[in-house]
């Protein structure tokens, strides 16, 4: 019985509709070759020889003869993790004859809750190949009379609730229906590489998902109040990389103890600079590690007024304290706008778990809003916070994602 489905559908296949179809030239090829090699590491999880081909902005992944559908579902909806596509449409592709077009597309309707509820569809077809016998407004109608006829769905032209999708290629034809969102964006690493200051927190793996859509390979680097905390924040961050992975894959944690460190500013006098005085601590190292590891620029979380830590006289400050940009893609977000964005990308129900934030440890109880520059650099001076961020990024271990 699924034996006979298959044939009259065809082989399946996975298409691809590219992002940012705008670039061109050079940097369009730079942009399909680094995809191309992205969507490949995605998909070694599969163990599958699975062949992509580009075709006119789109992309086709072939799937080897005989792949299941459930298998091809799979594939497809794993590649919609993978930065720099608009739309992933599970298809069959069928041979170049217009007979065989229309079995397949009544046959893709199979089986349908929404056909059997009686769901309005229209057919759009394209045709590249314009030696195909039909055109195609002649496809159209020629499958979707045959759609009529089979399922007596009303067709809606200008809003259907579902559409079916041919496209004649050069070898073949592809019948599909609506397909599933992509990230947008641009291939990882289009942009070069950046390490992510990752708290177990909200905000800053929305922040790292954020840069990798814009092509960037991040890093992550990860402070702990160790010895004066628990290990809960490391698990936290780990657990955070490992969901973010999907998305660009290869991904390392580094994790740096603080708590000492800590401890030396306050006894240094940061009072109420303590927290500023941290963050600036932090930032320091993570430039001296991003230097190890060939990272162009910084990601923090912040996002402007959240916290005390982040007004502007604050995030002034801190950029005051290295020379690398600090990218900062959540500065103009509402919480609530970050939490629903953690929530679809898998990531809020990780950063709600429990754990001892390194921050709060020697949190002053009232904490600087407008910190003077001056006042940060001179309590810097007396324990040399520069040579201290050599031995931070020195003590930094790395966690390695297990497979
Ligand atoms: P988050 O939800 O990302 O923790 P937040 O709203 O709690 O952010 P802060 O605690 O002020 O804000 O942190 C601001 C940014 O500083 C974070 O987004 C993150 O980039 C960085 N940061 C804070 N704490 C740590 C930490 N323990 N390790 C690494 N980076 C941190
Ligand atoms: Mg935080």
Redesign the pocket.
């Given at each position: 019985m699924s034996l006979a489905i298959t044939s009259a559908l065809g082989e399946p296949c996975v298409l691809l509709k590219l992002g940012e179809v705008v670039l061109k030239g050079k940097n369009r090829e730079l942009f399909e070759r680094r995809l191309q090699g992205n969507i490949k590491t995605a998909l070694r999880e599969f163990g599958l020889k699975v062949d992509i081909r580009r075709r006119h902005g789109v992309f086709v992944l072939y799937l080897p003869e005989g792949t299941d559908p459930a298998t091809a579902d799979a594939v497809a909806r794993r590649v919609t993790d993978v930065m720099g596509l608009v739309w992933v449409h599970r298809a069959w592709r069928v041979p170049k004859e217009p007979d065989a077009v229309t079995k397949a597309a009544v046959e893709l309707l199979a089986d349908r809750e929404d056909v059997r509820r009686g769901a309005s569809f229209a057919v759009r077809s394209r045709r590249r190949d314009k030696r195909f016998p039909l055109r195609s407004n002649e496809i159209d109608r020629l499958v979707g009379a045959a759609i009529v006829d089979t399922y007596g769905l009303p067709v809606n032209l200008s809003a259907p609730d579902l559409t079916v999708y041919i496209e004649v290629d050069r070898d073949e034809v592809f019948v599909f229906t609506d397909g599933l969102p992509g990230q947008g964006g641009l291939p990882v690493g289009m942009s070069g590489r950046a390490l992510?200051?990752?708290?177990?927190?909200?905000?800053?793996?929305?922040?790292a998902y954020r840069m990798m859509r814009r092509g960037l390979r991040v890093d992550f680097?990860?402070?702990?109040?160790i010895p004066f905390t628990g290990s809960e924040?490391i698990y936290k961050?780990y657990a955070l990389v490992r969901r973010l992975d999907r998305f660009q894959g290869g991904s390392r944690l580094w994790v740096?103890p603080?708590g000492k460190a800590q401890q030396s500013l306050k006894a240094s006098g940061a009072d109420r600079l303590q927290?500023v005085a941290?963050?600036r601590l932090?930032l320091k190292t993570?430039e001296e590690m991003a230097h190890r590891i060939n990272a162009a620029a910084l990601?923090?979380?912040?996002?402007l007024g959240?916290?005390?830590?982040?007004t502007l006289a604050n995030i002034t400050a801190l950029d005051d304290a290295v020379d690398l940009p600090i990218l900062r893609p959540?500065i103009g977000m509402d919480?609530t706008e970050?939490m629903a964005e953690a929530r679809r990308i898998g990531t809020l129900e990780i950063?709600e778990l429990p754990d001892e934030?390194?921050?709060t440890l020697l949190t002053p109880r009232r904490a600087e809003t407008r910190a003077k520059i001056e006042d940060l650099r001179q309590i810097e001076r007396r324990l040399d916070a520069e040579e201290l961020a050599v031995r931070l990024a020195d003590s930094v271990q790395e966690y390695k994602l297990e497979d």
């Open positions: 992510v200051l990752m708290s177990g927190g909200i905000d800053s793996p929305v922040a680097l990860h402070f702990s109040g924040s961050a740096v603080f927290v941290q963050r932090m993570a990601i923090t979380g912040d996002s959240q916290v005390s830590s982040q959540l919480k970050i950063s934030d390194c921050c």
